[in-house]
């Protein structure tokens, strides 16, 4: 079967089209106007250099504290390739796999606006290491996310080079030998080059993207898990009327109650007469705690596709304008703020959560304490609400604001910076977190809603159920609960039911 093509364009990139791209191995390849575009700025720098005696900004000059030393044209090529070299000291644990692929998609992307003054051959090198999976080793640690992410940066693009390591068909080896295979020579950088490369927010970006599209699935398995609690602990479903969201009318709130009328819909359990007139706030309030989770997703993922549609490397080329402007659109303020946001948020999916999950081991409304099926030698879920107790303590830990603090860099030249950079990858730790916690609210509300029986939930919690049981059965006797825990980790990790929305009007 032939591979798909994705090309290239000046047509903005969704969460649709990138999530297609990373699931169905979908190739890259540059539009033709890209191509003209790329040519065009490339052609513009290296007329301006031939016609221009003065200092250009990281062209003909040091970079950060050294801008004011001018170098000689002949020395513009070891410039750029000593610039990645320097730069190239990312440390720590590798990230995921698809956040490389994300960072290499996200260059290419913006390089090919034309705006960045780079070689034709350099942007499809890029192109190339996609399309053959050969992926740059890029760890966790070294961005402030303010000069754009440099020190990940250098460490994607060392393999342009022929230098640092790839993953490759599972491998762990030199850039060198892979490029051996694919009869690829090192690119010889030009003017400005390696500066385009460094200079850019697509670390932080592509981290945005990636805990972005684990969070739209978090924020639709949090309501149905909230919902299948809701109903084994004998809930009621006045607080998700449209009455009372209609008088407080946050578009979230609304959606939440609007989603927990369809998942229940049918419920023998939540239409029964009850003898309690109010639930805890981790069940009544869940409209406003899950839908204000919602409404800031909604605007985080408005800041982070603006960033992955923009140019944000520096200097910038305007060809038209006859222009070279040293900005700064590599400042990632943008992003810290909204990561740390993202974090905050989604942190209270994860909060609500564990309060649920210890009022269904509590011995309240009829279920047994701690779940047991059979008390007294078995101590049931007593410890999974630890686990849950202990991860939501986590992210109150990293949910400390990245983006408050600043060091200066570069001999004060880079004197305030965003630290995105750690925004970005303990925004991701928090989501990975929270599906964790949710994982152990549904392996707790499925066993407590087989103590309902024989009155049934709603027909849509029974078909998630009878997925989910194939998967993980109902608890007789104590087992090994973390095996329970991490297959419910994987069920909601593949799990391809979603609450089915209505098109917007």
Request: net charge negative.
């Amino acid at each position: 079967m032939k591979n798909r093509i994705f090309y290239i364009s000046l047509d903005d990139l969704t969460y649709d089209v990138i999530e297609d791209i990373l699931e169905n191995n979908i190739q890259l390849e540059l539009s033709e106007k890209s191509i003209h575009l790329i040519n065009k700025s490339k052609a513009y720098l290296d007329k301006k250099l031939n016609e221009t005696d003065g200092p250009l900004y990281g062209i003909n000059t040091g970079f950060g504290a050294l801008c004011d030393i001018e170098i000689s044209k002949n020395d513009l090529s070891k410039l750029q390739e000593n610039l990645i070299i320097s730069h190239a000291c990312n440390i720590g644990p590798e990230i995921p796999s698809d956040i490389v692929r994300l960072m290499l998609l996200l260059k290419v992307h913006a390089l090919a606006k034309g705006n960045s003054a780079v070689q034709l051959k350099t942007v499809q090198r890029i192109i190339d290491l996609f399309n053959h999976n050969v992926l740059p080793v890029v760890c966790e640690q070294g961005s402030l996310g303010a000069s754009g992410d440099l020190a990940p940066l250098a460490m994607l693009f060392l393999p342009l080079l022929g230098l640092g390591e790839v993953h490759f068909d599972g491998v762990l080896q030199p850039s060198t030998d892979v490029m051996k295979h694919f009869g690829w020579n090192p690119i010889r950088l030009e003017a400005k080059e390696g500066l385009a490369l460094l200079n850019g927010t697509q670390f932080m970006s592509a981290h945005g993207v990636y805990t972005l599209l684990k969070t739209f699935k978090i924020v639709d398995q949090a309501d149905i898990i909230g919902a299948l609690s809701l109903d084994s602990f004998d809930g009621l479903i006045e607080p998700f009327l449209d009455n009372i969201q209609r008088i407080r009318p946050h578009k979230g709130q609304a959606q939440t109650a609007v989603n927990f009328r369809k998942i229940l819909e049918g419920s023998e359990l939540i239409n029964q007469h009850k003898n309690h007139i109010q639930d805890p706030y981790s069940f009544r309030c869940i409209p406003q705690v899950h839908g204000a989770v919602k409404d800031t997703v909604r605007y985080v993922s408005e800041v982070i596709e603006t960033e992955i549609n923009s140019v944000t490397d520096n200097p910038t080329v305007f060809p038209d304008e006859d222009v070279i402007v040293s900005g700064g659109n590599f400042h990632g303020e943008p992003l810290a703020l909204a990561l740390d946001f993202l974090a905050i948020a989604v942190s209270e999916f994860g909060s609500i959560s564990e309060r649920r999950t210890y009022r269904l081991i509590s011995g309240e409304r009829g279920l047994p304490e701690f779940l047991v099926a059979n008390p007294g030698i078995n101590s049931g879920f007593m410890i999974p609400q630890y686990a849950a107790a202990s991860i939501v303590s986590q992210n109150k830990q990293l949910c400390t604001p990245a983006s408050v603090d600043s060091i200066p860099s570069s001999n004060e030249q880079e004197d305030h910076v965003s630290m995105g950079g750690n925004a970005a990858t303990k925004a991701l730790k928090v989501v990975l977190n929270v599906q964790k916690i949710l994982a152990i609210e549904l392996y707790n509300a499925a066993q407590a809603i087989d103590f309902r029986k024989p009155k049934n939930t709603s027909p849509f919690l029974i078909q998630y159920l009878n997925e989910y049981r194939l998967v993980v059965k109902f608890i007789e006797e104590d087992t090994l609960m973390y095996e329970g825990i991490n297959k419910t980790i994987d069920f909601l990790d593949k799990s391809k039911i979603f609450i089915k929305k209505k098109p917007s009007a």
